[in-house]
Each structure stands twice: as C-alpha cells, then as structure tokens.
C-alpha cells in the first residue's frame, strides 16, 4: 500500500472507532445490546467495503501503469525499427543522461571486441 492509502485507513479507521465508542457509550445504560450490536455489524460491513474499494482501485492503479509501461516499450522498438537499425539499442529511451552515456560506452566498446574478434578471424583463415 502507498502511504496515501494506508493514511487514508488510519484516518477512517481512528473516524469510525470513534464513532463506535461513542455509539456504545450513548446506548450502555439503556442495556439495548442489540442495537449495540448491530451498530458493531454496520461498522465491521462499511470498513469491509472500503477496504475492498480501495484494493480495488490500487489495483486498477497498477494495472495502468503496468499497460502504460508496456506501451512506452512497444513504441520504443517500434520506433528503433523504422529507424532501419538492424540491431536494436539496448539502451533505455527515457533515462538520466549518465546512464545514457555509460550506456553508449558499453555499446561501443562491444561494437569493438565484435570488430577485432571479426579481424582476428580474418586473420586465420
């Protein structure tokens, strides 16, 4: 749960636990248990509900973002592709400038070893 959430159920649940207390102190001397009782059953009910709302929508949350994720990947490699590149970058699109760069490095350094490995083939033959 993100802390939006679980603050959110702090402040409803310290809401309804008050309510009930209240509840119960108000109805204590009449000796009416029931209406206790089933003030108790309406509370544990609504708590229920909200808590199965609020899975509900974190859930849905995720599941966008997890779509949105998988398209920003799709239009990535689709976009690397009608670039013409025969190999695709393994390089992320959307990422901090550093890591772009010691990306290049990687990628240049693995064109090289490819290169003299070619070379040293060449050689042999």
């Not at 108790?40 to 949105?68: H, L, S, T, W």
């Not at 990306?103 to 083939?121: C, F, N, T």
């Amino acid at each position: 749960m993100t802390g939006e959430v679980a603050l959110l159920i702090g402040v409803l649940l310290l809401v309804l636990v008050t309510w009930f207390a209240s509840y119960k102190v108000k109805y204590k001397n009449s000796g009416n248990l029931q209406l206790v009782t089933r003030a108790y059953a309406d509370f544990k009910e609504a708590i229920e509900r909200i808590v199965e709302r609020v899975a509900q929508k974190e859930a849905q949350r995720r599941a966008a973002g997890d779509r949105e994720r998988q398209t920003r990947r799709r239009r990535g490699r689709q976009a690397r592709i009608e670039r013409g590149g025969t190999r695709a970058s393994s390089r992320p699109t959307d990422e901090d400038p550093a890591v772009v760069r010691y990306a290049d490095m990687i990628e240049s350094r693995v064109r090289e070893a490819e290169s003299r490995r070619d070379q040293s083939k060449g050689s042999q033959e």
